[in-house]
């Protein structure tokens, strides 16, 4: 393949951006040079930590998680906005890579999140690198929003899950988008993934409740009988990713694409690290493929 100069676009979608690593890794072992990384959500916290020189750093330390570990970083908090704050992790991050300046990072950097105020798109190119992570990774509903100059901040997915309009491409440069709301597998429900720690606290066991109780209610169930309202709403959520992510893609097409099914893991799934960064990999692999050889199975 000739073209060696990338554009990453890395989409939203929780721990399925786990399989962001695995791509990064595939196009470096090809020997493309990425030459910009604009994200969104986990693509923004995985593109950015690439930017700086660290995500080999955050492989590594995703790797150790357990459901335990990934509970214990999730610092509750009671507000009408949100129920995670969301400073625990990137704490954790900042001990280990220092201050970090978007401007100053080894590779240019976008990071979106939206402002609810204004209805519009914030873009991050310089300033702090946490504190636009922290913006751009705040689903509402879950983690509070960022207050800030005046500003709403939640997440970027809001109005645009997969940042595709922020590339600025030469000639014979490619784009490569990473969308992590690809068709199902239809393998397992999508957002059923209960799977918690053996030590639950009433908040966890609170959050999973289904908004109906099955024993005392009457009547037929429909398929989301089973799902909490927190479920719903990320659901609800989803599907609106989902479609302004097709619209993006039909107005901004890139040239490599790598689908990453929707059900393939949930939001909070980070303990599944090794099979999301391989999966990744996989679909790199399949995606640059077909962008070779479109049509003649190559």
Not at 142 to 168: A, H, K, R, S
Not at 221 to 233: A, G, I, K, M, V
């Amino acid at each position: 393949m000739e073209n060696k100069k990338v554009h990453l676009v890395l989409g939203s979608g929780g721990a399925r951006g786990l399989a962001h690593i695995g791509v990064i890794e595939v196009l470096e072992e090809k020997g493309f040079a990425i030459v910009s990384v604009a994200g969104c959500s986990m693509g923004a916290v995985v593109g950015g930590l690439y930017a700086a020189g660290y995500y080999q750093a955050y492989k590594e330390w995703m790797l150790t998680m357990t459901r335990s570990t990934v509970f214990n970083l999730l610092d509750f908090t009671f507000t009408r906005q949100g129920f995670i704050k969301g400073e625990k992790v990137f704490n954790v991050l900042r001990e280990v890579t220092g201050a970090q300046e978007i401007q100053h990072l080894k590779i240019p950097f976008t990071a979106v999140a939206t402002d609810m105020l204004r209805n519009h798109e914030v873009h991050y190119t310089s300033g702090d690198l946490y504190k636009a992570l922290r913006a751009s990774i705040a689903i509402p509903g879950l983690f509070t929003p960022v207050l800030e100059n005046g500003q709403f901040l939640v997440d970027g997915g809001v109005l645009n899950p997969l940042p595709l309009n922020l590339v600025q491409k030469k000639e014979h440069e490619l784009v490569v988008a990473v969308n992590l709301n690809g068709p199902a597998t239809g393998e397992k429900p999508i957002l059923k993934v209960n799977e918690r720690p053996e030590a639950v606290s009433a908040l966890w066991k609170w959050l999973h409740l289904t908004g109906q109780d099955k024993e005392n209610a009457t009547g037929d169930f429909s398929p989301l009988s089973d799902y909490s309202l927190r479920e719903l709403l990320l659901l609800s959520y989803q599907m609106t990713q989902d479609r302004l992510t097709s619209l993006m893609q039909q107005v901004y097409p890139p040239d490599v694409l790598v689908e990453i099914p929707v059900d393939s893991c949930s939001i909070f799934e980070f303990h599944r690290a090794e099979s999301q960064i391989e999966l990744g990999r996989e679909l790199c692999h399949k995606a640059l493929v077909a962008y070779t050889c479109p049509s003649s199975g190559c």
